[in-house]
């Protein structure tokens, strides 16, 4: 095995260790409604076909890596990692894989929430993206791109209209006044919270 094999092998390795660990940690969380349960396993079905199809793509048609390309794919990653580590800590007991909204359930605001109303999508999308990206497997990222981004944006929508119904104007407020997936510019946010 060349040298671009290891280091697919490793990082396609590591990522799994994480996303298995990531899943099964134990945090506290609090239970409460669940919307859209399917979706859970359908993300895991299609991030399991993503890793399998992007290592598939490599071992069988392209065997080296395109270096810059493999480097931006690792440093997305990791943005991905420590953006969503940000959220589930900032969130806390209320954080969890499912839409779930708790009877005692509390808006946050604070962190990385007071810039992204939704930073765990962004980086489940950035991790998505960015694990065929650094295996250079272009068919995978396509691939990724139009299946899980699109079921991600479905299911942000669902937990959209839950935490409207649950929080109402001031969820209406928080969306005037911080962005989906990106922050809103500065002069944006500013006229939005003087209105």
């Given amino acids: 095995m060349n040298s671009s094999t290891w280091f697919v092998l490793l990082f396609l390795a590591a990522v799994n260790l994480q996303r298995v660990r990531e899943t099964f940690q134990k945090r506290g969380t609090l239970p409460g409604e669940q919307r859209m349960q399917w979706s ?3 993300f ?13 793509e490599f071992l069988l048609w392209r065997k080296t890596l395109i270096v810059a390309w493999a480097a931006t794919g690792v440093g ?5 990692v420590v953006v969503r580590n940000v959220a589930i ?3 806390g007991r209320y954080w969890s894989l499912h839409v779930e909204i708790r009877d005692q359930h509390q808006l946050v605001r604070t962190g990385i929430y007071n810039w992204v109303r939704h930073p765990a999508y962004l980086a489940i999308m950035l991790e998505v993206l960015s694990i065929p990206l650094t295996v250079n497997a272009w068919w995978t ?3 990724a791109a139009v299946s899980y981004v699109p ?3 479905l299911r942000l929508r669902v937990e959209e209209r839950a935490l409207v119904e649950k929080f109402g104007g001031d969820y209406r407020r928080y969306q005037a006044e911080v ?11 500013n006229q939005s919270t003087d209105s």
């Fill in 151 to 153: 079921l991600l944006m």
């Fill in 89 to 91: 800590r900032t969130l």
């Fill in 44 to 56: 895991f079905i299609l991030h399991t076909l993503i890793m399998l199809a992007a290592l598939t």
């Fill in 76 to 80: 997305l990653y990791l943005v991905s």
């Fill in 40 to 42: 859970f396993r359908a």
């Fill in 179 to 189: 962005g989906v997936l990106l922050p809103k510019w500065p002069l944006t946010r």
């Fill in 141 to 143: 990222t396509l691939f």
